[in-house]
């Protein structure tokens, strides 16, 4: 069955970097686009960034453009979120979530997520 | 992006329907066909119930059902169950980026 499993979350300094993985398995991985989405504590759910699924086509919500960046390693079945200046507001379970189709288009599995917190 | 509106909460009692609107623009929810419906319960994670508007992956039950009209999606729960007591979120494709629901609380009273 599909499994997604999220790690490399923690407690960072604002300004500092972390790395998000997402280990996948039960599924012909590189037939699918990946999402990254995160809930604030207390929040709403917010869109981050997706990748297609041979990696040639990489999106960016607002609030994340320029600072974090989405990748995948197929020969893996790995997706990866580095995400670089880290801010206050970027606190958050961040979930790695498996796309219906290549190119994009609707989260379907969803893994657990990863605790990022941002504090000083 | 601005975030899709819903209503923050939503309640019923069991066995009777409730219905949340996603109301957004003709550049998201308007737009396109990839409006899906997610359901959370606290501590685990999301659930697909509804994708492209009105379909439904396979092991959710029929008593979930969406529609749209215009720049409004709408997701209507029938026979509630207490099962049914979780946070509801729409989301639509943005024309390059994707945008999430403010969210709506059920209550099953």
């Known amino acids: 069955q599909v499994q997604l499993v999220e790690s490399g979350g923690g407690v960072v300094q604002p300004g500092r970097s972390l790395r998000l993985s997402c280990a996948a398995s039960?599924?012909?991985?590189?037939?699918?686009?990946f999402h990254w989405v995160r809930q604030a504590p207390g929040k709403g759910l917010e869109w981050v960034s997706i990748v297609s699924d041979d990696g040639s086509n990489k999106v960016y919500g607002d609030s994340v453009r320029g600072r974090f960046t989405i990748s995948r390693d197929n020969s893996r079945n790995m997706v990866y979120l580095q995400m670089n200046g880290l801010r206050v507001e970027d606190s958050a379970i961040y979930y790695c979530?498996?796309?219906?189709?290549?190119?994009?288009?609707?989260?379907?599995?969803w893994g657990q997520g990863t605790l990022v917190t941002v504090s000083s | 992006q601005s975030a899709l509106t819903q209503p923050p909460s939503a309640s019923g009692s069991p066995g009777q329907s409730v219905t949340i609107s996603c109301t957004g623009t003709s550049s998201d929810v308007g737009g396109y066909n990839f409006v899906s419906w997610y359901q959370l319960h606290p501590g685990e994670a999301p659930k697909l119930l509804i994708y492209e508007i009105n379909k439904r992956p396979s092991g959710v039950p029929e008593r979930f059902s969406g529609s749209k009209s215009g720049n409004t999606a709408s997701l209507t729960v029938s026979g509630l169950r207490a099962e049914d007591e979780a946070d509801y979120f729409c989301y639509s494709f943005a024309g390059s980026t994707y945008v999430f629901g403010t969210g709506t609380k059920v209550t099953v009273l």
């Open positions: 039960g599924f012909i991985f590189s037939n699918y686009a």
């Open positions: 979530a498996k796309d219906r189709y290549g190119s994009g288009g609707t989260p379907h599995w």
